[in-house]
T-cell receptor, first 109, second 115 residues
Framework: AQRVTQPEKLLSVFKGAPVELKCNYS??????LFWYVQYSRQRLQLLLR??SRESIKGFTADLNKGETSFHLKKPFAQEEDSAMYYC???????????FGTGTRLLVSP | GAGVSQSPRYKVTKRGQDVALRCDPI?????LYWYRQALGQGPEFLTY????????KSGLPNDRFSAERPEGSISTLTIQRTEQRDSAMYRC?????????????FGQGTRLTVV
């Protein structure tokens, strides 16, 4: 069975501090990994995915198959990064997303 | 045009009543998905369509839940004989093409409360 674990419900940091939101997954195949974000009063939207290998809004995420992790990182957090972040995987050949329970990031001035 | 549109945004219903939740995907998007999100949880897959065909309904919790997309555009998720445990945010998403790596665009969701 596929499973995504986000161990932290809340992560609180000060502006300018580094951020790492943890995501571990359980899946026997090679999934596609995503990070989705939901800002206050907005819809859930894609932040980045591992296949793109790009940096969005200063965030990056590297897929570590050995550790089955896909942690989201940003070197210097900004107040506007405060939001709910969900890690998700799409199993090979299955057209659906399996989400973690989410981590609320709070960036204080 | 506009993004994925869901209606109603909020729905309060009495236990035992039937409810219908509507999703209007981005124009031209082939795939449409339904997810349910309980408080404090992540979205949980319910079902999806490619065009008008329901491809996977493995996430529907029981036979009180059904979904349709008769013309390959608007979709309706129907819950019959609602129960309090059905209270959740129901999210719809659509994607431009089929495929397991395709980005899904989400609507604002419908918050269902069963009293």
């Amino acid at each position: 069975a596929q499973r995504v674990t986000q161990p932290e419900k809340l992560l609180s940091v000060f502006k300018g501090a580094p951020v790492e939101l943890k995501c571990n997954y359980s899946y026997s195949g090679s999934p596609e990994l995503f990070w989705y974000v939901q800002y206050s009063r907005q819809r859930l939207q894609l932040l980045l995915r591992h296949i793109s290998r790009e940096s969005i809004k200063g965030f990056t995420a590297d897929l570590n198959k050995g550790e089955t992790s896909f942690h989201l990182k940003k070197p210097f957090a900004q107040e506007e990064d405060s939001a709910m972040y969900y890690c998700a995987l799409s199993p090979t050949g299955f057209q659906k997303l399996v989400f973690g329970t989410g981590t609320r990031l709070l960036v204080s001035p | 045009g506009a993004g994925v549109s869901q209606s109603p945004r909020y729905k309060v219903t009495k236990r035992g009543q039937d409810v219908a939740l509507r999703c209007d995907p981005i124009s031209g998007h082939v795939s449409l998905y339904w997810y349910r999100q309980a408080l404090g949880q992540g979205p949980e897959f319910l079902t999806y369509f490619n065009y008008e065909a329901q491809q996977d309904k493995s996430g529907l919790p029981n036979d009180r839940f059904s979904a349709e997309r008769p013309e390959g555009s608007i979709s309706t998720l129907t819950i019959q004989r609602t129960e309090q445990r059905d209270s959740a945010m129901y999210r719809c998403a659509s994607s431009q093409i089929t495929g397991w790596r395709t980005e899904a665009f989400f609507g604002q969701g419908t918050r269902l409360t069963v009293v």
